[in-house]
């Protein structure tokens, strides 16, 4: 089955830096696009990151800049590199792929990993 894994999330300073990597299982990797969201307390989930199977990467104008996303297809990873970290960049992040099931489009989500930005 379809299996996402994040990790790498902490405790960070303003203006620090984390890495998070979620590891894929149980499809194509290298063949789908995918995304990384966030939801902080309160709030919607929103995207922060895509990278398409080409490479392609969009970003919202509140982490353009300051996010990079990446992916290893050879280790069916995708990688989120956070710089200039933000208090209201808190939340948890979350790695998402939307896979073509039979006829049918399916989202699936990995767990989360918290990412807390504070003195």
């Known amino acids: 089955q379809v299996l996402l894994v994040e990790s790498g999330g902490g405790l960070v300073q303003p203006g620090g830096s984390l890495r998070l990597s979620c590891v894929a299982s149980g499809f194509s990797f290298r063949h789908d696009a995918m995304s990384w969201y966030r939801q902080a307390p309160g709030k919607e989930r929103e995207l922060v990151a895509t990278i398409t199977s080409a490479g392609s990467t969009n970003s919202p104008d509140s982490v353009k800049g300051r996010f990079t996303i990446s992916r290893d297809n050879a280790q069916n990873t995708v990688y989120l590199q956070m710089n200039s970290l933000k208090p209201e960049d808190t939340a948890v992040y979350f790695c998402?792929?939307?896979?073509?099931?039979?006829?049918?489009?399916?989202?699936?989500w990995g767990q989360g990993t918290q990412v807390t930005v504070s003195i």
């Open positions: 998402y792929v939307k896979i073509l099931v039979g006829y049918n489009w399916s989202d699936y």
